[in-house]
Antibody
Framework: EVQLVESGGGLVQPGRSLKLSCVASGFTFSNYGMNWIRQAPGKGLEWVAYISSGSSYIYYAETVKGRFTISRDNAKNTLYLQMTSLRSEDTALYYC?????????WGQGVMVTVSS | DVVLTQTPVSLSVTLGDQASISCRSSQSLEYSDGYTYLEWYLQKPGQSPQLLIYEVSNRFSGVPDRFIGSGSGTDFTLKISRVEPEDLGVYYCFQATHDPWTFGGGTKLELK
């Protein structure tokens, strides 16, 4: 069974950093591109970042470019999102999702709250 | 950035009715490889989104055939024939043709 489990969220002050993790199981992690997608409270979905299976291709939404870094460790079956210079508008539920063009499996999400 | 405009924002239906959701793109979503990377997702209350349709009209594994995706270029439609209780929630279109990839604003399907 495919599982994606996010962790690392919490309450953080504006301007600070936070690192999210997503541990994958039930499939060959190194064969798939991975993504982070977020949802602000009561709002729609926003794609955040993508990383290809071998980390050769990385893309970001304009709203996070230069502040967030997506990475992965295929030996540990883990996806990461390093978030710096956090802003109140980054407050959201962050999902990791498997896929290179479409997202067939999603985690349950991890909440990040940016507030003083 | 590509803007996906979904209409209506909210749709009230009776169980057994047909529902139709439109997704219009600010640019053609046909990629240079000939494929169109337009997808549809459903987010049920309190759940993570789930994939329904990829590449305009391909149903994902396990998705009932009452879900039908169609369209080309900039205009796309998701039709749900015979709406059932488990179909209620928010539907999102999504494009992965142009970087940055973008979601539509969502359409909430609810009971009349």
């Amino acid at each position: 069974e495919v599982q994606l489990v996010e962790s690392g969220g919490g309450l953080v002050q504006p301007g600070r950093s936070l690192k999210l993790s997503c541990v994958a199981s039930g499939f060959t992690f190194s064969n798939y591109g991975m993504n982070w997608i977020r949802q602000a409270p009561g709002k729609g979905l926003e794609w955040v970042a993508y990383i290809s299976s071998g980390s050769s291709y990385i893309y970001y939404a304009e709203t996070v470019k230069g502040r967030f870094t997506i990475s992965r460790d295929n030996a540990k079956n883990t996806l990461y999102l390093q978030m710096t210079s956090l802003r109140s508008e980054d407050t959201a539920l962050y999902y990791c999702a498997r896929g290179d063009g479409y997202y067939d499996y999603w985690g349950q999400g991890v909440m990040v709250t940016v507030s003083s | 950035d590509v803007v996906l405009t979904q209409t209506p924002v909210s749709l009230s239906v009776t169980l057994g009715d047909q529902a139709s959701i439109s997704c219009r793109s600010s640019q053609s979503l046909e990629y240079s490889d000939g494929y169109t990377y337009l997808e549809w997702y459903l987010q049920k209350p309190g759940q993570s989104p789930q994939l329904l349709i990829y590449e305009v009209s391909n149903r994902f594994s396990g998705v009932p055939d009452r879900f039908i995706g169609s369209g080309s270029g900039t205009d796309f439609t998701l039709k749900i024939s015979r709406v059932e209780p488990e179909d209620l929630g928010v539907y999102y279109c999504f494009q992965a043709t142009h970087d940055p990839w973008t979601f539509g604003g969502g359409t909430k399907l609810e009971l009349k």
